[in-house]
């Protein structure tokens, strides 16, 4: 069974800042509702984009969507205080955008992650920098399944992303990333995989930008 996480509300997104700077519930609503009539089965909030407002930018877009919305929502920041206020106000379980292998995204993750009952998206990144291989994804993926196990997450609540990377710089990447799926369900029964499958074809020339 596919999941499918629409991503559209993004204050990085022109149009969505400025709902949210002019208090649009109408574009936000209609926005959400577009995404849940196209088939997404989570619908990810991310309102980083404003410096220094994404705990109310945050607060606003949930309090909005939760009016309209039928399917869970995947919350997306960095910032373990706006997850843990995020988290308080959804009515479902959500999906959590997300918890990598660099220290200082990890260190401040884990915390948070404890004793919570939501899905998590695990990112395949550490300090070095992105995958160089299949083996390193898959290497990267136990690790991260063990450490979440470790503090009481489900295997079936991880969602591990194998980091999708363009095959403008490298055309094999694509058979990497497909080689790191089949490497990672063999062997982590019941993980599941997730990725920004549209980063493939970032940088070529006929790439279209629905913003």
Not at 17 to 25: M, R, S, T
Not at 97 to 112: G, T
Request: charged share 25%; proline share 5%; hydrophobic share 40%.
């Amino acid at each position: 069974m596919f999941v499918v996480v629409g991503e559209r509300i993004n204050t990085s997104r022109k149009k969505v800042q400025e709902a949210v700077i002019d208090k649009d519930y109408a574009y936000i609503q209609n926005d959400v509702e577009k995404q849940q009539a196209a088939g997404a089965t989570f619908i990810d909030v991310n309102a980083g984009a404003r410096i220094g407002y994404e705990r109310k930018d945050m607060e606003w877009l949930l309090m909005v969507i939760q009016e309209v919305v039928t399917v869970p929502l995947c919350l997306d920041s960095p910032d373990p205080e706006v997850l843990e206020m995020a988290y308080d106000m959804v009515k479902e379980m959500p999906m959590i955008n997300s918890i990598s292998l660099e220290k200082k995204r990890y260190d401040v993750m884990v915390p948070f992650l404890k004793g919570k009952d939501c899905n998590i998206v695990a990112l395949c990144m550490d300090d070095s920098g992105m995958p160089k291989s299949t083996q390193d994804v898959i290497d990267r993926a136990g690790r991260l399944v063990k450490d979440l196990e470790g503090i009481g997450v489900k295997r079936e609540a991880i969602y591990i992303d194998p980091l999708i990377q363009p095959i403008s710089t490298d055309g094999t990447k694509g058979l990497m990333a497909m080689d790191a799926v089949r490497g990672i369900m063999g062997k982590f029964p019941g993980v599941h995989t997730i990725c920004g499958l549209s980063n493939i074809s970032f940088g070529l020339p006929q790439r279209k930008n629905y913003q």
